[in-house]
């Protein structure tokens, strides 16, 4: 095997005609990239140990305070579901909500919907996936089912005047169904928009994509939604995920999502990593001469390319 | 993610991801027997799903492959340096047995990896865990179609290498004064002029040479490093023999901007083909910035399995890039690498055990449960 003069030619067909992505598009590289924290949601979600309330509610003031501009607080499903979400109430009445920043809250149903505009919020994400069975196992109905849900919650929130976030799952793989099309993405994420949602988190829920699959997938997509209201949401499963994020920039997309500190398992690979973590999305970026929405945010990545500071010692003022 | 209970366990077509997206049924190097697959099943805790299902590699593989999504522009084959039983051992606290480094390097023999860089023929004083070079060098199977290199920071190290066997060497050079002056305590002009000899004597030989280059894109003492340094210390290394360049981001702190602008400037000066990259993911930046290295047509990338080696300027940070992680990216590319990930998955767990260290590779803590 080690002396393979003759490899069997591994691609057959052509090379994809997407030659749009050369090393020319780092030219083309957004400016400005706007990150969505969802630490304190996805990433605590997926963390086995319950967080008591007070320091949920602690992290997301820290998480303001270094100037995130969004920050996904909590999760109104039920308790019986996920129960490190049960005191969604209590964090999203209990957080410090700083002008200018947003804290949309996951909602799962009408129900959730009207539980957490009680409780103060003024966003919410809605979750659909790419694959029909995993829709099936996670919130038991078809995609065309959810749809209809969907399609109420939608309703109500523009009569509250509340903005809607889309998060598509599953749309580099589903743990399920394995492959899935970007056809089907793209049909999915083109009926969020269509229904109301002002922007689509593209997941790639259990960190199985490569960036040539990522390209793909966007390719499709942005044929049938503005580059602008899309979102890139990568898990770092299979140490992926930055590789990935920058295939999306190259393509267009300048909406990231992220967690701290990488927070979050996997509940698909017991042991396996979680998000892509915010910090070093944050140094990528940075290192890019790309924008995040705030100056403590580019400060703490501006220092670990400065001169005056050897690495080293960046390293340990962290510790 | 939405709101999925934690209580969820393996899914059965978990197995048909492993066959698409590890790519272990890879008829070229290597398919997977059914003893194989059933210790993955196990490995996931398969076993109330497993009923009914059949495992069929043989038609689907082809299938799996030519559906691969491409990336144009990039390079169809890509060659793996493995540089875990050298930089990451080297790099580790725990002086391994020498018995262990050679299994270990004969596992990895046994993988589809054609290059791996054995040791480093410098004294003990100053790398203790290479102390036994000539046993190990010595002591490994040297498989057909694998190259061994070896470092020789010296001639009296070359002499020894030879001596012991060695038939590819390594030189390390680097692109900044003051790393090259606390490393090996000269400057990078005196360093060239040990280099010279090194390689000269190696090609009188016909023993090939790599040429390293630390600090590609910044260093621990002097900051932010300039591509035009970068390229004047490559020029050297190439012009005086070495057949390949590796440019190493020693501290991992680069992005792909200015891995972009490194190679742009390196690559006016020496052909593609004579490059390669070395990443360390000290910042988690390893694989972004390789993925941008292989846009601009770089088809040679140094890895370790298991991610292994820390950063001795940087406590408690990762090391090299995980040869598992690379391959995983690589094989989604469609690009070709004659590796089987399973092997290489399979000897990283046997040097993370003998080690007593988890693995840096996501990929390997993703399919093996604890």
């Not at chain 2, 039983?85 to 299994?103: A, C, F, M, S, Y």
Request: one cysteine or more.
């Amino acid at each position: 095997m080690a002396a393979m003069t003759k490899a069997l030619p591994r691609r057959l067909v052509g090379l994809a005609s997407l030659r749009a992505v050369s090393t020319s598009s780092m030219d083309t590289l957004p400016k400005q990239v706007k990150i969505v924290e969802v630490g304190p949601r996805d990433g605590l979600q997926n963390e086995k140990n319950i967080v008591s309330t007070p320091v949920k509610i602690k992290l997301i003031d820290m998480l303001s305070e270094a100037g995130l501009s969004v920050i996904e607080a909590t999760s109104f499903v039920s308790p019986k579901w996920v129960p490190q979400m049960a005191d969604h109430a209590e964090v999203l009445k209990g957080i410090q909500k700083f002008p200018g920043i947003t804290y949309p809250v996951l909602i799962p149903n009408l129900k959730g919907f009207e539980a957490a505009v009680a409780a103060g919020a003024k966003e919410v994400s809605i979750f659909g996936a790419a694959s029909e069975l995993f829709t099936k196992k996670n919130i038991n109905c078809s995609i065309e089912e959810s749809f209809q849900r969907f399609d109420a919650i939608l309703k109500a929130a523009q009569s509250a005047n509340i903005s809607v976030r889309g998060y598509v799952s599953c749309v580099l793989g589903c743990p399920y169904e394995g492959k899935i099309s970007p056809a089907k993405v793209a049909e999915v994420t083109k009926k969020f928009y269509s229904m109301g949602c002002y922007e689509i988190s593209l997941g790639d829920t259990i960190g199985v994509g490569t960036p040539g699959i990522m390209k793909d997938m966007l390719s499709a997509v942005m044929q049938e939604v503005p580059p602008a209201a899309l979102a890139v949401h990568c898990h770092d499963t299979y140490g992926q995920a930055l590789a990935n994020t920058l295939m999306a920039l190259q393509m267009g997309v300048s909406v990231v999502d992220s967690s701290v500190a990488g927070l979050g398992g996997c509940p698909y690979a017991q042991g396996a990593s979680g998000n892509l973590a915010t910090e070093d999305l944050v140094y990528m970026l940075e290192g890019l001469g790309i924008h995040t929405d705030s100056p403590l945010l580019s400060h703490l990545g501006e220092r670990s390319v400065d001169p005056q500071i050897p690495s080293f010692q960046l390293q340990d003022k962290w510790n | 993610m939405g709101n999925v209970p934690s209580a969820v366990k393996h899914c059965l077509s978990y197995q048909q991801l492993l066959r698409e997206h590890l790519w272990i049924g890879d008829s070229v190097a290597g398919a997977l027997d059914p003893a194989q697959i059933s210790v993955l099943i196990n490995l996931h805790c398969f076993q109330p799903y497993v009923s009914g299902f059949s495992v069929s590699l043989a038609g689907s593989v082809a299938s799996i492959h030519w559906e691969t999504s491409q990336l144009s522009g990039l390079p169809e084959f890509v060659k793996i340096v493995e540089v875990g039983p050298r930089d990451g051992l080297q790099n580790e606290k725990v002086i391994v047995p020498t018995d262990i480094k050679i299994e270990f390097i004969n596992r990895l023999s046994q993988t589809g990896l054609s290059v791996i860089e054995v040791t480093s023929f410098v004294s003990s004083r100053w790398v203790p865990q290479m102390a036994d070079h000539t046993e190990v060098m010595k002591g490994i199977h040297q498989y057909p179609g694998v190259r061994y290199p070896v470092l020789t920071p010296n001639l009296q190290g070359f002499h020894r290498a030879v001596a012991a066997g060695a038939t590819e060497i390594s030189v390390f050079g680097a692109a900044s004064e003051s790393f090259s002056k606390k490393n090996i305590n000269c400057s990078i002009e005196e360093s060239m002029g040990k280099f010279e000899e090194v390689v000269k004597s190696a090609r009188h030989m016909n023993i090939p040479a790599r040429g390293y280059v630390s600090c590609a894109l910044g260093c621990p003492y002097e900051g932010i490093i300039t591509p035009q340094k970068v390229t004047e210390v490559s020029k050297r290394l190439y012009s005086m023999g070495c057949y390949e360049i590796s440019l190493g981001d020693t501290i991992g702190v680069g992005t792909p901007g200015s891995m972009k602008r490194m190679l742009e400037s390196v690559m006016k000066e020496i052909p593609l083909g004579a490059l390669a990259v070395h990443c360390h993911d000290t910042y988690g930046q390893a694989l972004a910035n390789i993925l941008t290295a292989l846009q601009m047509g770089i088809n040679v990338v140094d890895s370790a399995v298991s991610g292994l080696g820390g950063c001795p300027y940087a406590k408690g940070a990762s090391g090299n890039v995980a040869t598992e992680d690379l391959i995983y990216m690589l094989n989604g590319l469609g690009l070709n690498t004659g590796v089987n990930l399973y092997k290489v998955m399979e000897a990283g767990d046997f040097i993370c055990k003998a080690v007593n260290k988890t693995t840096n590779s996501k990929v390997a803590q993703a399919s093996f449960n604890a």
